[in-house]
């Protein structure tokens, strides 16, 4: 996302992403963004209109400033800022998030949270090699089961979205607000509410 993609002019904002998934067939896409949305956006507008409002490469930096301003450590020991910094490393941050990225930082951020039991851990002394070497075949079916129960993606979001919208405003809403150029999809997107269906045979038995 771009400032110069958002129309801020409007009760409500349309954000127009320069590259989407069916940007090809000449679709245009709209993102509507209502009061809350724009109150959490609004200060990352405040940059270029051509730069990208995200930028992993602040956040990494935001992050090092953080840490900096919590040493305790005298500057005359230990590491100073830029000291402990590798030379070539696998990774840099970037000037933005790709889905990709954000896919990679969601899997991180669960398996912290949730580290899988200490005989499918990778322990601090091995290389990842090693580590994958070590597990039995049962064993890695066992992580692969753990990774599934306590890791979310992206789509689960979207999924979530769609059947609150579609249970209160209705499936054609939900269609518009999720970009879908049929309300069929949106009804594979959605799962259908059975609350009131539940309720009704319950009544007549």
Known sequence: ???????????????????HKTAHHGHERKIFIG???QRLLAPFLLRDPDAYSFAPAEAEAERRK??????TTPMSCGNVP????????????????????YRRAITRACDQAFP????????????KAKWQRRLTEAQRSELDAWRKAHRWHLHQLRHNAATELRKEFGIEAARII????????????AEKDENEALEAITRVG
């Not at 039991?117 to 990778?122: G, R």
């Not at 970009?179 to 009804?187: D, F, P, Q, V």
């Open 116 to 127: 899988p039991p200490a005989p499918l851990a990778k322990r601090d002394d091995e290389t």
């Open 1 to 19: 996302m771009r400032p110069c993609d958002v129309d801020g002019e409007g009760k409500v904002w349309v954000y127009r992403p320069r590259e």
């Open 35 to 37: 009061p809350r949305g």
């Open 82 to 101: 830029g000291s402990n910094v590798k030379d070539d490393p696998q990774r840099t941050a970037g000037d933005r998030y790709t889905t990709d990225a």
């Open 178 to 189: 999720l970009g879908h150029r049929s309300a069929a999809i949106t009804e594979v997107y």
């Open 66 to 71: 953080r840490l900096h301003e919590q040493r």
